[in-house]
């Protein structure tokens, strides 16, 4: 489903990811870790194409096209989702409005008519029950005086509204209590089929105890470092990274 | 994303008027310039008694004392105006009976507008006054409005067949003293509407005119006049277009409104007059005097989407005269391409336990220059006065300028005001975050703005605020993308 | 006197005919025309004193250098200062005006980094009229403005207070936050107009204005623990000018503004 090649990617000036080879194919789950500042969200942003970071180098294969020809909204339309680790708000913009929008243009590029109101209307009760999403937050703004935990929620109740075939959760475990990790966590796994494929990056092993994974990378200082099973995450959970920076450095 | 918003601004630029169109109508006009013998022409025309021609003269003899004026942040070419058609009207056969009589292709330009004249405006609800150039071509529903006593009919009528009121009421809120362009309205007004909601009555349907300028070279000058008695309520919805020439065109109309006590009045106001092209060739210029003035426990509300004219000039407002009374101002003004606006309001707290609200929202794009001007005015005896105004700028691309220019006097140390206003641009935070769900960037940019204004389009009736979100989106083409 | 005072506090002396400022402390004192430059990469700091009449000041900020301004209006005087700001250049400046008097500061942003700071302070009383003027060019980007001014009148006082932060075509980044707070008692009239004039579209530009009253009940309460009407009024009015009496663009003089406008503060 992707395939990355030795991707370098940029901003200004400086090199973040330096050589990041990975391959996901449907029906699996990947986990990356990483100490801060290893590149963990720049490797998302540019994969879901954000134009502050340049691509120097290497390619990235999604279904079978270059991913690195299209925009941001071509990627999502052709499947790809990114689920922020700091979801924008967007004033005045009410979360219904804006899905049905995004729901749209999802079915119109996969040669679907447009939903009609009572469609959309139940896809949305069925949806956000899923991340058991207070129905009253589809009302509001986007994302405006959202809670932390209701935002990530938000995120994945998004996801489930447009059914890509690879998400990519940037930190969607980060600032959330345990209850809230729980429906968030159970919330992806529901929407976890043969057929799609998740990317989890995080910072700790507890999201992992929820969505288990095939397989779990070690990104530092711009590249994959180490990758296990889903064993080498309570690993890291206790050892810390050091022991693989160390022998990284001795290579 | 920066080249990308850059692109989506100039296709956005070059985005259609779809009302620009001419009616094929046979026109009689009366020729250019303006003299006492044309304000008598005009007066004559209309069949107005000798009073109301009295007036006209009184008004424009100040007029020719008065000097253009030159505050507003606004370049305003010269205006020559004994170049400009004073009346101009369609021929009508005969006077008209019932909607059939109507000239059909009359009724083709309206129907064209979208203005439900006919029977869906039973289904609609609106009862509508069209105001076509000079005149007033048909007043629907005029029956059903009578059973309750209301008045809905054109300015010219209302002279005629309620001399009391009209002598009572005209002027009385904007004084033809007032400004340059009210001097001149006053001397020059050729129709509008009038309307009159007797007390203790609420109005069981929307009232609206709407305004179209056709015959080239023509200023329009409509007077509209509302008079709510006490403790009676009516919304009043207005909307105007013009055909796209290359000519500069005169806009300057008076819209009255007296809330008597405890009466309740919503304006609401769509501006879509023909910007001029891209280049800024053509257009309207729109230099309008709104004002109501409120009595003890009265509200007025003034709603108002800008996104027409080449040059606006605008400051509906309130005089808050009476204990207890309050005002609303809620306003989005969109530009683009060369387009100016400088609009606002003016709250005058002058009754005690006065509120005022005022909410505006600028947006600018392309090369326009959009200013928020308003003024709070709490006067000596206006204790327990409160204000709170709310101005926001939003800039599409860095070619354009958004500018605030409010000033507050308080005269009365009882009173709290606070105004607050921001600049932002629509963030690359914001664009990312819905091309990753997969919308282009003209949609996200137009889906923000709508966001960005819903505030204000909140408080439209719900069949302007469709149109309303429309025009915005409509308005923004060949600006983003 | 309150001018000597702070004067004593900077061991200023007065500025050279040249105009040329080097590190140090400096006192303008009374009615002329001056030219002040302050050399690239110094710390300056300078006392602006009025005297009747019209006194007018352009102030060079050159690069890197550093210019704290203390200013005070004590006297029926007109007051010009305008002032540019070199690129990384630093003004900060306050304000301190308890007469009828006209002031008007333009500030200038000319280079890159340049940052210009205001906090001001009007009081008065009786029949004054004064008007306070702070108008801020950003005229290139990335550069910042504070711009804060409370006003309190009371008695028949009239105070206006008029604020323009200009921003120039290309002048992207600009930040600038304008301010404007103010309190009337009995019978004062407040004006404030605080203006945006913008050419540029990234930029954070926001203003707000509020024109209030005493806190009643604040008021009582004090009272109700044993203060005089006019101290717990006095202490209510220092609460609201403390911040910019507190964070005054030179160290050590709060005990002398606070002096200055308490004398004042028991007039109203």
Known sequence: MLKVENLHASVGDKMILKGINLEVKAGEVHAIMGPNGSGKSTLASVLAGNEKFTVTEGSVEFEGENLLDLNIEERSRRGLFLGFQYPVEIPGVTMANFMKLAVNEQRKARGLEPLTAAEYLRMMKEKSAIVELDSKLTSRAVNEGFSGGEKKKNEIFQMAMLEPKLSILDETDSGLDIDALRIVATGVTRLKTKENATVVITHYQRLLDYIVPDYVHVLYKGRIIYTGDKSLALKLEKEGYDWLINDYKEE | ?481 | ?268
């Open chain 3, 1 to 268: 006197m309150v001018v000597e005072r702070i004067n004593e506090i900077l061991g200023a002396k007065p500025v050279d005919a040249g105009g040329a400022l080097s590190s140090g402390a400096y006192v303008i004192c009374g009615d002329s025309a001056t030219d002040v430059t302050v050399a690239e990469g110094t710390t300056a700091q300078l006392l602006i004193a009025d005297a009747p009449g019209a006194i007018e000041i352009n102030i060079d900020v050159e690069r890197g250098a550093n210019l704290s301004i203390v200013h005070l209006v004590t006297e029926h005087s007109s007051t010009n200062i305008s002032i540019a700001v070199a690129e990384g250049g630093v003004c900060r400046m306050t304000q301190a005006v308890i007469s009828s008097s006209d002031s008007r500061v333009v500030a200038s942003l000319v280079g890159s980094g340049a940052r210009f700071e205001l906090g001001g302070v009007f009081v008065i009383t009786d029949e004054d009229q004064t008007s306070v003027t702070v108008d801020v060019n950003h005229m290139v980007a990335d550069t910042v403005s504070r711009t804060m001014v409370k006003g309190v009148a009371s008695g028949n006082a009239h105070g206006s207070f008029s604020g323009l932060v200009y921003v120039a075509p290309d002048a992207q980044h600009t930040d600038s936050v304008q301010s404007s707070r103010n309190v009337t008692i009995g019978t004062a009239r407040i004006e404030t107009l605080p203006q945006l004039e913008i050419y540029a579209d990234d930029v954070k530009c926001s203003h707000g204005a509020t024109v209030g009253q005493m806190d009643v009940d604040a008021i009582l309460y004090m009272r109700q623990r044993g203060l005089s009407l006019v101290d717990a009024k006095r202490l209510q009015i220092e609460g609201f000018v403390d911040d910019v009496v507190l964070h005054a663009s030179v160290e050590g003089i709060t005990d002398a503004l606070t002096e200055l406008l308490g004398e004042k503060l028991t007039r109203l």
């Open chain 2, 1 to 481: 994303m920066e080249k990308d918003t850059k692109d989506i601004i100039q296709e956005l630029e070059s985005g259609d008027y779809k009302y620009g169109f001419v009616t094929d109508i046979e026109t009689e006009t009366i020729g250019r310039g303006l003299s006492e013998d044309v304000i008598r022409l005009i007066s004559a025309k209309k069949g107005e008694p000798e009073w109301m021609l009295e007036r006209r003269l009184k008004a424009y003899r100040h007029w020719l004392t008065l000097e253009h004026p030159h505050w507003a942040h606004l370049d305003i070419p010269e205006i020559d105006f004994q170049d400009v058609i004073y009346y101009a009207a369609p021929k009508q056969k005969k006077a008209l009976g019932s909607m059939d009589e109507v000239d059909p292709e009359l009724k083709r330009t309206f129907d064209k507008l979208g203005i439900p004249l006919e029977e869906q405006m039973a289904l609609a609800g609106v009862a509508v006054d069209a105001v076509m150039d000079s005149v007033s071509v048909k007043t629907t529903f005029r029956d059903t409005l009578a059973e309750k006593g209301i008045i809905f009919c054109s300015i010219s009528e209302a002279i005629k067949e309620h001399p009391e009121l009209i002598k009572k009421y005209l002027g009385s809120v904007v004084s033809y003293a007032d400004n340059f362009y009210a001097a001149l309205n006053a001397a020059v007004f050729s129709d509008g509407s009038f309307c009159y909601i007797p007390k203790g009555v609420r109005c069981p349907m929307e009232l609206s005119t709407y305004f179209r300028i056709n015959a080239e070279g023509t200023g329009q000058f409509e007077r509209t006049l509302i008079v709510a008695d006490e403790g009676s309520y009516v919304s009043y919805l207005e909307g105007c277009t013009a055909p796209r020439r290359d000519e500069n065109q005169l806009h300057a109309a008076v819209v009255e409104i007296v809330v008597e006590k405890d009466a309740d009045v919503k304006y609401s106001t769509v501006q879509n007059w023909y910007p001029g092209d891209k280049e800024g060739k053509g257009g309207i210029y729109n230099f309008v005097t709104k004002r109501g003035i409120c009595r003890e426990g009265a509200h007025l509300s003034w709603t108002q989407v800008e996104t027409g004219s080449a040059i606006t000039w605008k400051y509906p407002s309130c005089i808050l005269q009476g204990d207890n009374s309050s005002g609303e101002f809620y306003s989005v003004a969109m530009t683009n391409n060369y387009q100016q606006a400088d609009t606002g309001t003016k709250m005058i707290h002058l009754g005690r336990n006065t509120r005022s609200r005022i909410v505006s929202k600028g947006i600018s794009a392309g090369r326009s220059q959009n200013a928020y001007r308003g003024l709070v005015r709490v006067a000596k005896g206006a204790d327990n006065a409160r204000n709170y105004s709310q101005c926001d700028s939003l800039l599409i691309g860095d070619k354009c300028g958004a500018h605030t220019f409010p000033v507050i006097d308080s005269q009365n140390p009882s009173a709290v005001l606070e105004h607050e206003a921001t600049t932002s641009k629509i963030s690359e935070d914001q664009l990312f975050y819905c091309n990753q769900r997969g919308l282009s960037t003209e949609d996200a940019v137009g889906l923000i703005v709508n966001g960005y204004a819903r505030e204000v389009l909140a408080k439209l009736p719900m069949e302007f605020a469709v149109e309303a979100q429309k025009l915005l989106s409509l308005s923004l083409e060949g600006s983003v993308g």
